[in-house]
T-cell receptor, first 116, second 116 residues
Framework: KQEVTQIPAALSVPEGENLVLNCSFTDSAIYNLQWFRQDPGKGLTSLLLIQSSQREQTSGRLNASLDKSSGRSTLYIAASQPGDSATYLCAALPDLPQGGSEKLVFGKGMKLTVNP | SQTIHQWPATLVQPVGSPLSLECTVEGTSNPNLYWYRQAAGRGLQLLFYSVGIGQISSEVPQNLSASRPQDRQFILSSKKLLLSDSGFYLC???????????????FGNGTRLTVT
């Protein structure tokens, strides 16, 4: 059974720092790995999706990498800003022999606070 | 472009009352549809998912039910709410995995349900 872990649960940093958010998963048989952002009281917003055959994806100041062999994904945020403050969640879509899964397995998220 | 609508945004209901939350998706056909619940400190819990009209998979035994009367409509219901049903309910969609496009999961803005 796939399990996704995000450590630490919270992080507080000063503005301008380059950040690394970690995500680990127990089963390397994944179809893709997705990163989301959630603002307080809102739904989740998709940030990046990395297919199992890819090593990384970039969008603006965000870069996500995937290492299936070690069961890890990282989200890099360059030059952090107060507007980046939110909870960040990662999720793995299992790739099962019987035809695959449609069900993402989520981590519990990491609450990021960027202080001005 | 695709959009997802979820309503109401907030709801306060007494114990024992019925529940109906509705979600619709525009701009795509034959999506996978999901209902999640997010409780404080417990992460995202998948409640139901559907890969087609009338096809509902239940992930957690409880007093909730889901229906998909139309291709892009997903409804979460209960006949009698419990205090433990309080939480933040999120509807989501993505394209089915067999398509050529690796689809991220897209969420609605959620419904904050308080059972009193």
């Amino acid at each position: 059974k796939q399990e996704v872990t995000q450590i630490p649960a919270a992080l507080s940093v000063p503005e301008g720092e380059n950040l690394v958010l970690n995500c680990s998963f127990t089963d390397s048989a994944i179809y893709n790995l997705q990163w989301f952002r959630q603002d307080p009281g809102k739904g989740l917003t998709s940030l990046l999706l990395i297919q199992s055959s890819q090593r990384e994806q970039t969008s603006g100041r965000l870069n996500a990498s995937l290492d299936k062999s070690s069961g890890r994904s990282t989200l890099y945020i360059a030059a952090s800003q107060p507007g980046d403050s939110a909870t960040y969640l990662c999720a793995a879509l299992p790739d099962l022999p019987q035809g695959g899964s449609e069900k993402l397995v989520f981590g519990k998220g990491m609450k990021l606070t960027v202080n001005p | 472009s695709q959009t997802i609508h979820q309503w109401p945004a907030t709801l306060v209901q007494p114990v024992g009352s019925p529940l109906s939350l509705e979600c619709t998706v525009e701009g795509t056909s034959n999506p996978n549809l999901y209902w999640y619940r997010q409780a404080a400190g417990r992460g995202l819990q998948l409640l139901f998912y559907s890969v087609g009209i009338g096809q509902i998979s239940s992930e957690v035994p409880q007093n909730l039910s889901a229906s998909r009367p139309q291709d892009r409509q997903f409804i979460l219901s209960s006949k009698k709410l419990l205090l433990s049903d309080s939480g933040f309910y999120l509807c989501a969609w993505n394209r089915q995995k067999h398509s050529s496009y690796n689809s991220p999961l897209h969420f609605g803005n959620g419904t904050r349900l308080t059972v009193t």
